[in-house]
């Protein structure tokens, strides 16, 4: 059976008619956050989307849909990436996003009916194979990148950043008509295309948002303004932490900040089971509670990551301060009875170099955990001023 262009074009706009408003109703139901709500905006120019290319099928005369529909489309990648930014503890920039689709409206209502079908489309691919690829980065950092369903989203962002690239070159150079543009690229094989990846994606995104809600990590169960796992959660650690930069300013005081992200949770989960993963990070929060300073700010800010805030005379202090909890996980086993431990990638930098700036250090501090990881775990790797710059 071989389908036409109009019923494949109905499908997908079923398919993502449907996708969309079960990811909005289990976003508002279960986690309503700012990652959510972006993703939610997301599904939603999706949605205006489909209904703007499914109405200007049925009338080709109101070529002014195709306006609504390009700037939606490029507006709904642009949010997929702000919400990725977001769920990693970055600014949102959905700004940008807003505004790239306010360029293609423009772009697509310049050329006017002219275009026909192809109205305001090479704007409209390169827009989405920018995003796409913004995205595709960003699902690849940070939080996000130590989560499977992440990298399944990742994974489709790509595939469509590769494949608008492909397609507005083609367009470009070779035209619509084109027998190449015609057989790999056109309308038919764009929408199933479109309806795989947005299946996939609705999956990952559904199961992300589950695991931040219902089945979330114990960094997000929180008891009073603590974590289940007994240092503060999320939310009131990033308030006193702003409070002890703001003070540590005023006195001109050295402030240090470690990152620690603990090696290797995914594969522990599946090794061992999610209790045993729990216990791992409820064994591993204990150990810092012991060798963290007495006055020092202990946060569990997601899942495998705490991060300790200290007054230091010294940068060597700081580095001191997350060599003792290296040798601490060596020395104490997070599980007694099969003598396992843990190992963790650690970030260290402070305001003497990075000024008092939250964004920066935060930013910083991110960057030197990252590289700890990359080298392989169980590293300790300073904040550099140009890793940020």
Same mark, same amino acid.
């Given at each position: /059976? ?10 997908? !706009? ?14 508002? /139901? @279960? ?39 390009? =700037?939606? *489309? ?15 503890? @970055? ?72 494949? *608008?690239?492909?397609? !507005?070159?083609?367009?470009? !150079?070779?035209?619509?008509? =084109?027998?190449?543009?015609?057989? *790999? ?20 995104? =559904? ?28 939310? $009131? ?22 990152? /620690? ?8 989960? /599946? ?7 729990? @216990? ?46 290296? !040798?601490?996980?060596?020395?104490? $086993? ?6 396992? @431990? ?27 955990? =990252? ?19």
């Amino acid at each position: /059976m071989q389908l036409d262009g109009s019923t494949l074009l109905l499908t997908a !706009t079923f398919v993502i008619l449907l996708c969309g408003v079960s990811f909005i109703v289990n976003t508002a /139901m @279960r986690r309503n956050d700012a990652s959510g709500r972006l993703w939610s905006l997301s599904f939603l120019g999706g949605m205006l989307t489909a209904l703007s290319f499914s109405a200007w099928n049925v009338a080709p005369e109101l070529w002014w849909v195709l306006v609504i529909g390009n =700037s939606a *489309y490029v507006v709904s990648i642009g949010a997929l990436w702000s919400g990725a930014r977001v769920f990693n503890g @970055r600014s949102s920039l959905v700004w940008i996003a807003l505004a790239g689709g306010g360029v293609i409206a423009l772009l697509t209502a310049i050329e006017g009916p002219a275009g026909g079908a192809w109205t305001g489309s090479s704007g409209l691919f390169a827009g989405i194979a920018v995003f796409a690829g913004l995205g595709g980065a960003e699902t690849m950092r940070s939080r996000m990148r130590r989560n499977l369903n992440a990298r399944i989203l990742s994974f489709c962002l790509w595939i469509v950043c590769a494949y *608008y690239v492909l397609r !507005t070159s083609i367009f470009v !150079t070779l035209g619509p008509s =084109s027998d190449v543009f015609q057989t *790999y690229f056109g309308s038919q094989t764009t929408t199933i295309i479109t309806i795989l990846l947005v299946l996939l994606s609705t999956i990952s995104l =559904s199961i992300l948002q589950a695991e931040r809600s219902g089945a979330r990590a114990l960094g997000d169960v929180t008891v009073g303004v603590h974590s289940v796992v007994g240092v503060l959660s999320a939310a $009131p650690f990033m308030q006193q932490w702003a409070d002890w930069i703001e003070r540590s300013s005023f006195h001109g005081e050295r402030l240090a900040m470690v990152a /620690m992200d603990v090696d290797n949770l995914p594969q522990m989960n /599946m090794a061992f089971g999610r209790d045993f993963g729990d @216990r791992a990070i409820r064994s591993v929060a204990q150990i810092i509670r012991h060798h963290a300073p007495t006055c020092s700010l202990l946060g569990h800010t997601g899942a495998g990551r705490f991060v300790i805030v200290a007054v230091v005379a010294t940068a060597n202090d700081a580095e001191e301060l997350a060599i003792r909890l290296q !040798t601490a996980l060596v020395d104490e $086993p997070i599980d007694t009875e099969q003598s396992l @431990r843990a190992t963790a990638s650690f970030g260290v930098v402070d305001t003497e170099t990075f000024g008092y700036g939250l964004p920066v250090l935060r930013s910083a501090l991110d960057a030197a955990a =990252s590289e700890a990881r990359d080298e392989g775990g169980n590293r300790i790797v300073l904040g550099r001023r140009s890793a940020v710059n």
